[in-house]
């Protein structure tokens, strides 16, 4: 898969709902469960971070969720990039960009969404071809502000804001013509999966997909 043919993938999944769950799995026997529940809400595209033992287990789990498109977050190495790819992911997230792992996902046709905090950042995805990143830890590097002062120069690249985005401030970041969609883990919080409470997580991501910027 080229840079190009990955960007469009994920800028596809970036169009449908504007919030990207970020989901921190434990217990598997969990995920399914999670899975119908956010997607009921209207919250398609999720991503489950390789951070835990159960993460892989929780993929394969949440795959067969209907409606559901079911990606690995945090992956750092290649090694990651195949073990997400075998448990069923089919996009990638990642917290930075190196060349083994950008060379890893387009060896395993895994659209990434690569980490990017810096201008330089930017431009070196730019130049290997990505036109869509994930903007990390948004609000530590500056947030809606940093966002909008990189529209002027870098207006190729478009974004998915994560880190410190929430409910609060996800509205001003869809405004900005370069975000996309944001990331967060706000819509799944860990009392209420540990609680196995759907219905609320339901509520969560419903208003979550109605946000608009
Ligand atoms: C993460 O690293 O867990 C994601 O960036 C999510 O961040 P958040 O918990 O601030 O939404």
Redesign the pocket.
């Known amino acids: 898969m080229t840079p190009e043919q990955a960007s469009t993938e994920t800028s596809r999944l970036c169009g449908l709902a504007p919030v990207v769950p970020?989901l921190?799995i434990d217990d598997a026997s969990r995920a399914e469960g999670l899975a119908r529940a956010l997607v009921a809400g209207g919250l398609l595209a999720l991503e489950v971070?390789l951070r835990t033992p159960a993460a892989l287990d929780a993929i394969r789990a949440m795959s067969i969720v209907p409606g559901g498109v079911v990606g690995a977050?945090?992956l750092l190495t290649p090694q990651d990039v195949e073990a997400a790819k075998a448990a069923g992911a089919t996009f990638g997230v990642s917290?930075g960009a190196t060349d083994p792992l950008l060379d890893a996902c387009e060896a395993n046709d895994l659209p990434l969404l690569a980490g990017c905090s810096t201008p330089s950042e930017v431009m070196r995805l730019l130049s290997r071809g990505y036109t869509v990143a994930k903007f990390?830890?948004a609000?530590a590097n500056g947030g809606v502000p940093m966002l909008k002062a990189w529209g002027a120069p870098l207006p190729q690249m478009r974004f998915c804001p994560?880190?410190?985005?929430?409910l609060k401030n996800a509205s001003d970041y869809l405004a900005l013509p370069n975000v996309l969609c944001v990331?967060?883990?706000?819509v799944a919080p860990a009392h209420l999966v540990k609680a196995q409470d759907w219905s609320a997580i339901t509520t969560l991501a419903a208003e979550a997909a109605a946000l608009r910027g």
């Open positions: 970020v921190v971070t977050g945090t917290p990390f830890p609000e994560t880190g410190g985005v929430s990331g967060g883990s706000w």
